[in-house]
């Protein structure tokens, strides 16, 4: 897997960030690829980015390279933050990899990620549309052009089989009935005008993981993170800094 790596000057918490459905590193900003006193591992899941193989149709089996990944790294726990399909990756790890996870920030996502048939016909019947549709619903109204037209082309980019293999992958998972088993410091985080992942998925995720606390930015849609970095990235801050994560850290 390609990831780029940002070192934290003391010791702390090792962060992975995992990108969701036809993603890639890039649409990470760069507040929190380079976030402040934290190592930072920033990943393209097999087939997306630079990186090699071929895309999961699962999430396990993306659990499982990102695994495999902790372990060629030699890092025994990490914070794991990840976005829309990536956050249902970083679920799966905390419930069948507990002892790798020092803790979750979940963002724009959900422990059931159906998709509608219609997008998952349309990708293979008319991509170039499909990524248009995907396009216009993953901004809020107020979104920068510059942004809307670099998560277009990274669509583009990731082509039809692999953006079809992830939205697959989504549209199988489904962990609410397990929620209760995680035990790993969680934060979500979800942007009141997203309209993939709603509200109401958000604060599934809150009120049925122990202990999780959310934060919620108003008017942000489904690309919170790009959308909103300075106060998505204060809020992960102030989770890695407020609870102590002893665990986290290199092995
Ligand atoms: N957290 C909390 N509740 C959830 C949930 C989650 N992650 N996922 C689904 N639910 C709820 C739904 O709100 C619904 O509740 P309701 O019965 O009170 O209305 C119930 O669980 C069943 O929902 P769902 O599993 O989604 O099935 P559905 O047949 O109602 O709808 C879709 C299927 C695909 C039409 C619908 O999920 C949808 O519109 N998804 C988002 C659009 C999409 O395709 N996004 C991906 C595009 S890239």
Redesign the pocket.
């Known amino acids: 897997m390609y990831y780029t790596l940002k070192r934290g000057l003391r010791p702390g918490p090792v962060l992975v960030l995992i990108h969701g459905?036809g993603g890639s590193r890039l649409l990470w900003p760069p507040q929190l690829r380079r976030l402040p006193g934290a190592t930072v591992y920033t990943l393209d899941l097999p087939g997306h980015g630079r990186s090699g193989g071929r895309a999961c149709d699962t999430i396990g089996c993306y659990a499982e390279a990102v695994a495999a990944f902790l372990d060629k790294v030699v890092v025994e726990r990490a914070v794991l933050m990840g976005h829309s399909m990536g956050g249902a990756v970083a679920l799966t790890l905390a419930l069948d990899f507990a002892d790798r996870v020092a803790g979750l920030v979940l963002v724009a996502s959900?422990?059931?990620?159906?998709?509608?048939?219609a997008?998952l016909d349309s990708i293979r019947t008319d991509f170039a549309r499909t990524v248009e549709l995907?396009s216009r619903?993953i901004w809020s109204p107020g979104a920068n052009p510059t942004l809307v037209e670099r998560g277009r082309q990274a669509l583009v980019e990731a082509g039809p089989s692999v953006l079809l293999s992830d939205?697959t992958a989504?549209d199988h998972f489904d962990v609410?009935e397990r929620l209760r088993e995680i035990a790993s410091p969680t934060l979500v985080i979800g942007g009141s005008a997203d309209l993939?992942?709603p509200l109401?998925?958000t604060r599934?995720l809150a009120e049925h993981i122990s202990g999780a606390h959310s934060v919620i930015i108003e008017g942000a849609g489904h690309m919170v993170m790009l959308e909103r970095p300075a106060e998505v990235t204060r809020a992960v801050l102030r989770f890695l800094n407020e609870k102590p994560l002893p665990t986290a850290g290199a092995g």
């Open positions: 459905a959900g422990a059931r990620l159906r998709v509608a048939p997008i995907i619903a939205l989504c609410m993939l992942t109401k998925y599934f």
